[in-house]
């Protein structure tokens, strides 16, 4: 039986929207929903943003995020996407992933730009998720999206 998935997303460039569409797109019956934030929260220079990023870490301080009302426990499975700068995920993700505490289904990341910091951003996911129910291994989004 097809689990009730919702991916979720940031996008930052445009990259992680378009493999969370693809994703979406193989996906029966799933939901697509973006995670943005304000205007002028970020740089358009991708150097700066990263900076601007590493300070929110930093301050522990992080952004406000603009997401559609959502009912988490709807969903069996929640599939989140986010760039990686400097080996962890974007910071709205940080905010999402507060906001979904209490969620009893599973949940998963998928990424983009990951590089060698792959290992890092998974431990940093894990991190920021406290007591969500994450996926111990990511390759099975394949096994989802079938």
Same mark, same amino acid.
């Given at each position: 039986?097809?689990?009730?998935?919702?991916?979720? /997303?940031?996008?930052?460039?445009?990259?992680?929207?378009?493999?969370?569409?693809?994703?979406?797109?193989?996906?029966e019956?799933?939901?697509?929903?973006?995670v943005? @934030?304000a205007?002028?929260?970020?740089?358009?220079?991708q150097?700066?943003?990263?900076?601007?990023?590493?300070?929110?870490?930093?301050?522990?301080?992080?952004?406000?995020i603009?997401?559609?009302? @959502?009912?988490?426990?709807?969903?069996?499975?929640?599939?989140?996407?986010?760039?990686?700068?400097?080996? /962890?995920p974007?910071?709205?993700?940080?905010?999402?992933?507060?906001?979904?505490?209490?969620?009893?289904?599973?949940?998963?990341?998928?990424?983009t730009?990951?590089?060698?910091?792959r290992?890092? /951003?998974?431990?940093?996911f894990?991190?920021?998720?406290?007591?969500?129910? @994450?996926a111990?291994?990511d390759?099975?989004?394949?096994?989802?999206?079938?």
């Amino acid at each position: 039986m097809a689990k009730n998935t919702l991916i979720l /997303y940031y996008s930052w460039s445009g990259n992680t929207k378009k493999l969370a569409e693809k994703i979406y797109d193989q996906i029966e019956d799933s939901d697509l929903k973006a995670v943005e @934030v304000a205007d002028g929260t970020f740089d358009d220079d991708q150097y700066k943003t990263n900076d601007i990023a590493l300070d929110q870490i930093q301050a522990n301080s992080f952004p406000d995020i603009k997401l559609d009302n @959502v009912d988490f426990n709807k969903y069996d499975l929640i599939l989140i996407g986010s760039p990686v700068w400097s080996g /962890y995920p974007v910071t709205p993700i940080k905010t999402l992933l507060d906001q979904m505490q209490g969620y009893n289904g599973e949940v998963a990341s998928f990424y983009t730009s990951a590089g060698a910091n792959r290992k890092a /951003y998974v431990n940093h996911f894990k991190e920021w998720a406290n007591d969500l129910n @994450v996926a111990e291994n990511d390759s099975k989004i394949d096994e989802w999206v079938k």
